[in-house]
C-alpha cells in the first residue's frame, strides 16, 4: 500500500524559505516520476513541480525561479526547497507521482505565507 507522509511546512514571512519532505513507502520509488502538488483555500489542488526518475526537474511558472524538486532515492523522499516565499504560496502541499498519480494522497503539509 503506498504511503506519502508530508513534512516541513510552517508560518513563514514574506521572501523566507521552506524546505518541504515527502517519505513515500509501498512503491518501488526508483521507478516513478514524482511531483509536488498544492492546494488553496476554495481552490483546485495544482500541481507545482515534477521530477522524473533520471532527475529531470519542471516548474510552473508561479515557482520557476523560487523553488527547487529534488529526490533521494537512498531515502524513498522527494524534497521541495521553497525560497523568496509568497502570500500566494500559502496552501496545502502534497506529494504524489506524476503524471500518474496514486490513488491515495498524504496528509499534506500547510505552508502560510504571512507577515
Known amino acids: 500500500q503506498v504511503q506519502l507522509v508530508e513534512s516541513g511546512g510552517g508560518l513563514v514571512q514574506p521572501g523566507g524559505s521552506l524546505r518541504l519532505s515527502c517519505a513515500a513507502s509501498?512503491?518501488?520509488?526508483?521507478?516513478?516520476?514524482m511531483g509536488w502538488y498544492r492546494q488553496a483555500p476554495g481552490k483546485e489542488r495544482e500541481l507545482v513541480a515534477s521530477?522524473?526518475?533520471?532527475?529531470?526537474?519542471n516548474y510552473k511558472d508561479f515557482v520557476k525561479g523560487r523553488f527547487t524538486i529534488s529526490r533521494d532515492s537512498a531515502k524513498n523522499t522527494v524534497y521541495l526547497q521553497m525560497n523568496s516565499l509568497k502570500p500566494e504560496d500559502t496552501a496545502v502541499y502534497y506529494c504524489n507521482a506524476f503524471p500518474n498519480i496514486f490513488t491515495s494522497w498524504g496528509q499534506g503539509t500547510q505552508v502560510t505565507v504571512s507577515s
Open positions: 521530477i522524473t526518475t533520471d532527475g529531470i526537474r
Open positions: 509501498g512503491i518501488i520509488f526508483n521507478n516513478n516520476p
